[in-house]
């Protein structure tokens, strides 16, 4: 929260300073609330699409790599994906795309990968430095094509929560962002299920329940009105948190 307030701060001072921005789009920024306003100053500073991640050394690797949420998805489905060691996992990608696809492990490996060490930070009071490798959402979704009109990515997950599968969504900017990679190696190993075995996102700009594990498919939309209760997220819909979670 310290860090939020700053950047609500140097936002502030962002925009007093200066007189491109006249007062009433700044009032216009106000009114349309926190998050908003959170998101609009992010991008505003160029914190969005811009600037990276900090990344780290391999020193700087937590040793164990907590798992939360779910960390045993538990079906049937899985449990069998799992001990055939995911040979007949798909990654579907669908909606606003030109050629929707179904993607396998070995054709995800089969594409340019980005490896980062970066730091997670849960809401819940935790941080952990893992490095992770996979394909850029970016590269995953020039394949596919993306159709004008396309404004969100959603995220679709294997596990159940007590309301349903966890669901996710960010907007194209972390959509294809350098360092948004559909992850498949954690520490140059498969990812342990509890950290989301076979796939789960890396949107690093984002808080921790802003990258969805177990992945099953990515779909771009024009709106979140249609998804889940229509806030973008499984968190987001059933206990308030923020849709736009930037760091
Ligand atoms: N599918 C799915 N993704 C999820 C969650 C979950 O419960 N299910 N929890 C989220 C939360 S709150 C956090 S902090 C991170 C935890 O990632 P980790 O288990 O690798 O530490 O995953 C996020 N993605
Ligand atoms: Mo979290």
């Keep these: 929260m310290r860090r939020r307030n700053f950047l609500v701060a140097a936002g ?20 349309d609330g926190a998050e908003n306003w959170h998101r609009g100053i992010h991008r505003a500073l160029g914190m969005g699409r811009i600037t990276m991640a900090p990344e780290y ?17 538990g079906t049937p489905e899985y ?32 594409l340019p990968q980005r490896t980062q060490i970066t730091r997670h930070d849960c809401v819940e009071g935790w941080s952990a430095i893992g490095e992770w490798t996979g394909p850029q959402l970016s590269e995953v979704l020039a394949l596919a094509g993306v159709k004008s009109g396309a404004r969100f990515a959603v995220f679709r997950c294997a596990d159940a929560l007590r309301s349903g599968p966890y669901y996710e969504s960010c907007d194209m900017d972390d959509a294809m962002h350098p360092q948004t990679i559909i992850a498949h190696l954690l520490n140059g190993r498969p990812l342990p299920e509890r950290n989301g075995a076979p796939l789960r996102m890396r949107i ?44």
């Design 12 to 31: 502030a001072a962002f925009l007093a300073g200066c007189n491109k921005v006249d007062e009433s789009r700044l009032f216009g920024a106000l009114v």
């Design 79 to 110: 449990n069998a994906a799992r001990d055939t060691g995911f040979v007949d996992w798909r990654l579907a990608i669908t909606g606003l795309v030109e050629t929707p696809l179904s993607l396998s492990l070995d054709d995800l490996r089969a």
């Design 204 to 247: 690093e700009r984002q808080l921790g329940y802003k990258h969805p594990k177990y992945l099953t498919g990515i779909e771009l939309v024009a709106s979140l009105d249609g998804i889940g209760l229509g806030k973008g997220g499984y968190w987001e819909d059933h206990n308030g948190y923020q849709w736009y979670a930037g760091i």
């Design 57 to 73: 050394t391999s020193a700087d690797i937590s040793p164990f790599f907590r798992g939360n949420g779910t960390t045993q998805v």
